[in-house]
């Protein structure tokens, strides 16, 4: 009890001199600011001892709660992860919905999948019959005659090359089947004095087997038998539809392309509507690059086949112009068929001479053909073309290994449209100037020259 009138006295000499200080800031006695201000002295005061307070009156001192967790807080628990980790979550999620998306839309076209090959077969005859009415209507032709005469003359075109083929098959369908007998049989002699000891018990063997699984799966051949009936009227179906979708699209291209760009979002639609020209102009070169090439292969091979005294050299060459548009693997079947005609039909000889009339010819297409007639524009990376057929082939067969290649050609030209686009984007907005704005920013006159002394 003996400090505590001590401590109440030392209280009044604060309050007192918390007093003055007030009367001076009000008087306009200001501090200097960063010194602390000398406080007039007071009067001199008798001491009044106070008396004793009531020890129930004194307030107790409040206790100061310790933050929880101790004296360090806790870290956030975004920041104890790993940089590198949360990186990889931020990739994998973005993976997954993409993933998710691809297959979503796989699944959807797998479901319309003769639609969807219809239009997109439409759309690469459009790209190869479009050259031709644009170059009808600078002529002078109206647009709806031009379109007419185009769509008819190259479906006809296309007709009479399919009919040429079934009738030449159908033709030497009987002296071929005679052909590949005897060759059957040259087949087994040259076997039997083969250095490979084959012998005469182990081809009977053989053939034995071959035609006791015929026989056993007669019911699987009538089954596939009906399926081809179904097949042959999707075929028809999936023509009627390219045949229409060809029509409308050289005839009202632009103005269904004006409609679909209305679709995109306006913050993507200049980009959109940029790359769309540039797809089309990658396509329409691609698939006349591809026709150009198809076309060169089936006549030399053809020739080759002809002076070698194959038959049907005709209809061999015909099917090695179709399977051109099949990317290394529409090479290699027809190659094969080819030289297996040639064996079955003639001799080892001469399946040896066209293997290497076919390889020659696929050669000068894979090193001087393709690079000078589609350029580097159009060129995709064999990788991406043997995983673009393989990919194509599992979602919808040689519709899929067709469309598949012009696909990917189309998507790099748009993609890298699309990147360059964005950084000159990015560069404006650094700059922060418009090319309007920039142009209408009148150039600077040059300095002129100091005056002589």
Known sequence: ??????????????????????????????????????????????????????????????????????????QDPVAAVPWGMRVAAEVSWRLLVLAGTLWVLMRVISAVRLVVLAFVAGLLITALLQPTVGWLKRRGVPRGLATAMTFVSGFVVMGLVGWFVVWQVTENLDDLSKQVQHGISELKRW??????????????????????????????????????????????????????????????????????????????????????????????????????????????????????????????????????FIPLVGAVVSGALAVVVALVTRDVFTAAMVLIVVLAVQQIEGHVLQP???????????????????????????????????LVAVTNTVVGYLHAYAKENAARARLDVTPEEAAAVPASPPPSPPPSA
């Open 1 to 74: 009890m003996s400090r505590l009138p001590r401590w109440v006295g030392g209280l009044g000499k604060g309050l007192i001199r918390l007093a003055d200080r007030l009367d001076a800031r009000k008087a306009g006695a200001e501090p200097e600011s960063g010194s602390r201000p000398v406080p007039e002295p007071a009067p001199a005061r008798p001491h009044v001892p106070a008396p004793d307070p009531d020890p129930a009156a004194v307030p107790a001192p409040e206790a100061v709660t310790p933050p929880p967790g101790g004296a360090a807080a806790r």
């Open 191 to 324: 076997l039997l004095n083969s250095p490979f000891h084959v012998t005469e018990d182990q081809i009977n063997n053989i053939a034995d087997k071959l035609s006791e699984a015929i026989g056993t799966n007669t019911k699987d051949i009538t089954t596939a038998g009906i399926e081809g009936v179904q097949v042959i009227i999707e075929v028809l179906t999936g023509i009627l539809l390219a045949m229409f979708s060809t029509l409308f699209l050289l005839y009202d291209g632009p103005r269904i392309w004006q409609w679909l760009l209305r679709l995109v979002p306006v913050a993507a639609r200049q980009g959109v509507a940029g790359a769309g020209p540039r797809a089309w102009t990658t396509l329409t070169a691609y698939v006349r690059g591809t026709v150009i090439v198809a076309l060169i292969d089936a006549i030399f091979i053809g020739i080759g086949l002809f002076f070698l005294d194959v038959p049907m050299a005709v209809p061999l060459a015909v099917f090695i112009f179709l399977f051109a």
């Open 372 to 406: 000078f007639i589609l350029g580097r524009a159009v060129r995709v990376h064999p990788l991406a073309v043997v995983l673009a057929v393989a990919a194509g082939s599992m979602v919808a067969g040689i519709g899929g290994a067709v469309v598949a290649v012009p």
